[in-house]
C-alpha cells in the first residue's frame, strides 16, 4: 500500500511546526487494549485506586521451567530462519497433532506474537476480510494497514452467522469488493464464549461456497473452563482452507515474550501461502528472538509441569470470571455465562433508563469513562469490539485481579478456592460497591 503523504492547508502549514505538517491523517488509533493498561499505569502513578479490568493479560508469572530455558538460550542471537528454528516448528506441529490436526512442520511458520502473524496473513492472502461482530480490536483495525477493508458480521461465541456473512459477501461483491477471508476466535474474546460445533460447521459451508480462507485464533484453545466441552476447529472440518494461528501469552500467560506460530493449511495453498507470508516476515520481523523460540520450542512441547501449570491457571481464570460475572448479573446487567480464559461481558442495556437518569449515560463508551472518572474501574467498551454504542456492552478482563506480586499470583493460581483469597476478595468486594452505587 502506497503511503499517501496529505499536505496541510495554507494556514494550517503557516502555524505547524515542520515536523507536524509533513503527516497526513492517522487512519488507526492506539489499540484499546493497549490504551486501558496505559491509562491504568497512569492512574498508580498518581496514586488513586484502579480495579483493573480493560486489558487482556493472563496476569501470572512465568514458569520457573520456562525462565530458566530462556536463560539457557541465551547464546542464540542470530537471526535464524524467518519461519523460525526447526525445533521450535517440530514441536508447534506435535502441539496440534496431539489436538487432533496432524500438522506438518514445513507448514508451520512462527513469529513475534500471533498478533504480527494475523496481520502478515491478512497481507498475504490479499482482499477484504470479514470480522465477528464483536471481535478482538485488532482484526478490523489491521485490515486498513494492509490496504484492505473490514466487513463487521454479526455473530456469537467468536463465528459470525453463517447465513449473514454469505449475504455479506455477496453484497461486497457485487459493489466491487472482494473478500478472500474471514477470521474467527475459538474461544472468543472478548465474550469469554465459545461458539458451537453447528456454528463452526455452518461458517465452514459458507466459506467453501464462497471460497474463502479461515483464519482460525485458537490462542484461547486450551483455556476452556471445563474439560469436557466439544471444540470443534475448522481445521478439521475445511482442512484445505483452514490457518490456525496460537501462542504462548495467554495459556502461559508470557505475553511479553512475543512468539505465536500458524499452521498453514495442506494442499496447493499451503505452500503458496507459506511463501507470501514469509516474504511480508522477511520484511517486518525478520525472525521471532531467538531465545524466546528455544523457550517456546520447550512450552509446545508440554513436559508435565507445564501441563500442570496450563491446568491450574485454566481453573482460577474459571473461578474469578464466575465471580465477576455474578456481580455484573446482581447489579442487573445481562451476562454470558463465562465458558473460556478470563473475559466477562455484561450488557447493561436492561438498566438503560437507570442510567440515563442517574448518570446521563447513552452509550458504552460513556459508560466505560464514567467507570474510570469516578470508580477507577477499568473496563472497555463494547464498541471498541466493533459494537453499536448503544447496546451498552463492556468487556471486563478479570485477570490482573489476581494480585500485584508474583507471591500473590502464586497463591492464587495454588489455590482451590482462590476468590477466598483477601486481595481478590476485596476486588470482588469492591465491584459489588461501585455496581451497587451505579445503579441505586
Given at each position: 500500500?502506497?503511503?499517501?503523504?496529505?499536505?496541510?492547508?495554507?494556514?494550517?502549514?503557516?502555524?505547524?511546526?515542520?515536523?507536524?505538517?509533513?503527516?497526513?491523517?492517522?487512519?488507526?488509533?492506539?489499540?484499546?487494549?493497549?490504551?486501558?493498561?496505559?491509562?491504568?499505569?497512569?492512574?498508580?502513578?498518581?496514586?488513586?485506586p484502579v480495579l483493573p479490568m480493560g486489558f487482556g493479560e493472563a496476569g501470572l508469572p512465568a514458569h520457573p521451567l520456562l525462565r530458566q530455558a530462556l536463560a539457557g538460550a541465551a547464546g542464540y542471537t542470530s537471526y535464524g530462519p524467518v519461519a523460525g528454528h526447526a525445533r521450535l516448528r517440530e514441536a508447534a506441529a506435535g502441539y496440534w497433532t496431539r489436538r487432533g490436526l496432524p500438522t506438518d512442520a514445513g507448514l508451520v511458520v512462527?513469529?513475534?506474537?500471533?498478533?504480527?502473524?494475523?496481520?502478515?496473513?491478512?497481507?498475504?492472502?490479499g482482499g477484504d476480510v470479514a470480522v465477528t461482530q464483536p471481535s478482538w480490536v485488532s482484526y478490523a483495525a489491521q485490515a486498513p494497514l494492509a490496504g484492505h477493508a473490514a466487513h463487521f458480521v454479526p455473530g456469537d461465541g467468536g463465528?459470525?452467522?453463517?447465513?449473514?456473512l454469505a449475504r455479506t459477501v455477496c453484497s461486497a461483491r457485487a459493489a466491487g469488493r472482494r473478500v478472500r477471508s474471514v477470521i474467527v476466535t475459538l474461544p472468543d474474546n472478548p465474550t469469554g464464549t465459545l461458539a458451537p460445533s453447528a456454528a463452526v460447521r455452518a461458517l465452514c459451508s459458507v466459506a467453501d461456497r464462497h471460497d474463502l480462507i479461515v483464519i482460525s485464533d485458537e490462542?484461547?484453545?486450551?483455556?476452556?473452563?471445563d474439560g469436557g466441552t466439544e471444540f470443534v476447529s475448522p481445521a478439521s472440518l475445511a482442512p484445505e482452507r483452514t490457518v490456525v494461528t496460537t501462542g504462548l501469552s495467554k495459556s502461559l500467560a508470557l505475553g511479553?515474550?512475543?512468539?505465536?506460530?500458524?499452521?498453514?493449511?495442506?494442499?496447493?495453498?499451503?505452500?503458496?501461502?507459506?511463501?507470501?507470508?514469509l516474504a511480508v516476515g522477511s520484511e517486518i520481523w525478520s525472525a521471532p528472538a531467538g531465545p524466546v523460540q528455544q523457550a517456546a520450542a520447550v512450552a509446545f512441547g508440554e513436559?508435565?509441569?507445564?501441563?500442570?501449570?496450563?491446568?491450574?491457571?485454566?481453573?482460577?481464570?474459571?473461578?474469578?470470571?464466575?465471580?465477576?460475572?455474578?456481580?455484573?448479573?446482581?447489579?442487573?446487567?445481562?451476562?454470558?455465562?463465562?465458558?473460556?480464559?478470563?473475559?466477562?461481558y455484561p450488557d447493561f442495556t436492561p438498566l438503560a433508563d437507570v442510567l440515563l437518569e442517574r448518570h446521563e449515560i447513552t452509550s458504552d463508551e460513556g459508560l466505560a469513562e464514567l467507570l474510570l472518572a469516578r470508580y477507577g474501574v477499568c473496563v472497555l467498551p463494547g464498541s471498541a469490539?466493533?459494537?453499536?454504542?448503544?447496546?451498552?456492552?463492556?468487556?471486563?478482563?478479570?485477570?490482573?485481579?489476581?494480585?500485584?506480586?508474583?507471591?500473590?499470583?502464586?497463591?492464587?493460581?495454588?489455590?482451590?478456592?482462590?476468590?477466598?483469597?483477601?486481595?481478590?476478595a476485596a476486588s470482588l468486594d469492591r465491584l459489588d460497591e461501585v455496581l451497587a452505587d451505579l445503579v441505586a
Open positions: 500500500m502506497a503511503l499517501t503523504i496529505a499536505p496541510p492547508s495554507h494556514a494550517a502549514a503557516r502555524s505547524a511546526s515542520p515536523a507536524r505538517s509533513c503527516l497526513g491523517p492517522s487512519r488507526v488509533a492506539l489499540s484499546a487494549t493497549l490504551a486501558a493498561s496505559e491509562t491504568m499505569d497512569a492512574r498508580r502513578r498518581r496514586g488513586e512462527s513469529g513475534p506474537g500471533s498478533k504480527a502473524l494475523l496481520f502478515g496473513l491478512l497481507a498475504a492472502i463465528v459470525p452467522d453463517a447465513a449473514e490462542i484461547y484453545r486450551d483455556l476452556v473452563h511479553g515474550w512475543r512468539l505465536g506460530v500458524a499452521r498453514l493449511p495442506g494442499g496447493w495453498l499451503g505452500p503458496e501461502l507459506r511463501d507470501r507470508l513436559p508435565p509441569a507445564l501441563a500442570e501449570r496450563v491446568a491450574l491457571s485454566r481453573r482460577l481464570h474459571a473461578c474469578v470470571a464466575r465471580q465477576v460475572a455474578l456481580r455484573f448479573a446482581k447489579a442487573g446487567a445481562a451476562v454470558p455465562a463465562p465458558a473460556a480464559a478470563f473475559y466477562v469490539f466493533g459494537e453499536p454504542g448503544g447496546r451498552l456492552r463492556l468487556r471486563a478482563a478479570t485477570s490482573l485481579l489476581y494480585g500485584e506480586t508474583d507471591a500473590r499470583r502464586t497463591a492464587a493460581l495454588d489455590s482451590a478456592d482462590p476468590c477466598s483469597l483477601p486481595w481478590i
